[in-house]
């Protein structure tokens, strides 16, 4: 099936420590997406990037890091120097030229 | 940033009924999309309908349609013969030209769809 998978579903993690959310997706997209949805609002944007070995910071860039190293691939990495991590994060994807993004089913983070 | 808003926290429909979510957006842009996802409890995001601004007719998929309203910034979701499993969080979003494609989104209304 192509589609896009975040794992793990749940993650705990306790406060100094640094974790990684993985992001995978199958459908050949170029751009891929990361963002952080928080009880009340709406999603906003952690980094995104628009081709292998290339990404940008979005509105809440501080404290997260992410790689593109392979085309299916999009890790975020939560460091320890973010206040408050305790959050959901979805990451999304979009094929070249088209103009919707596509969801994967999220990672709920919690700190300890 | 262009900035989205959705007025109503809460919204509540009974089954067989029509409702319309609302939705405004600031921008400067003349050409840019918008878009409408639902949001189960299982948090999955799925895409309801989009709308490019230079297009004039409304769009609709099967029982959603949107109202757009470009003068007004206004992208407002009927939803008709509302079903049980339409129940979730809606949230709009508006796509612009920059930022990779990245979507701006509004805090979300909650559906509650009542027998």
């Known amino acids: 099936d192509g589609g896009i998978t975040q794992s793990p579903k749940y993650l705990f993690r306790k406060e100094g420590q640094n974790v990684t959310l993985s992001c995978e997706q199958n459908l050949n997209h170029d751009a891929m997406y990361w963002y952080r949805q928080d009880p009340g609002q709406g999603l906003r944007l952690i980094y995104y990037s628009q081709i292998v070995n290339d990404f940008q910071k979005g509105d809440i860039a501080e404290g997260y890091s992410v790689s593109r190293e392979k085309k299916e691939s999009f890790p975020l990495t939560v460091t320890s120097a973010q206040k408050n991590p305790t959050a959901f994060y979805l990451c999304?994807?979009?094929?070249?030229?088209?103009?919707?993004?596509?969801f994967g089913p999220g990672t709920r983070l919690t700190v300890l | 940033a262009q900035t989205v808003t959705q007025s109503q926290p809460e919204m509540s429909v009974q089954e067989a009924e029509t409702v319309t979510l609302s939705c405004t957006y600031d921008t400067s842009e003349s050409d840019y999309y918008l878009f409408w996802y639902k949001q189960p409890p299982s948090r999955q995001m799925i895409l309801v309908i989009r709308q490019e601004a230079y297009k004039q007719q409304n769009a609709t998929e099967n029982r959603f349609s949107v109202n757009f309203q470009k003068a007004a910034k206004s992208f407002s979701l009927k939803i008709s013969d509302s079903q049980l499993g339409d129940a979730a969080m809606y949230f709009c979003a508006y796509r612009s030209w920059g930022s990779g494609y990245a979507l701006n989104f509004g805090k979300g209304t909650s559906l509650l769809v009542t027998p």
């Open positions: 999304a994807s979009r094929g070249q030229g088209a103009d919707t993004q596509y």
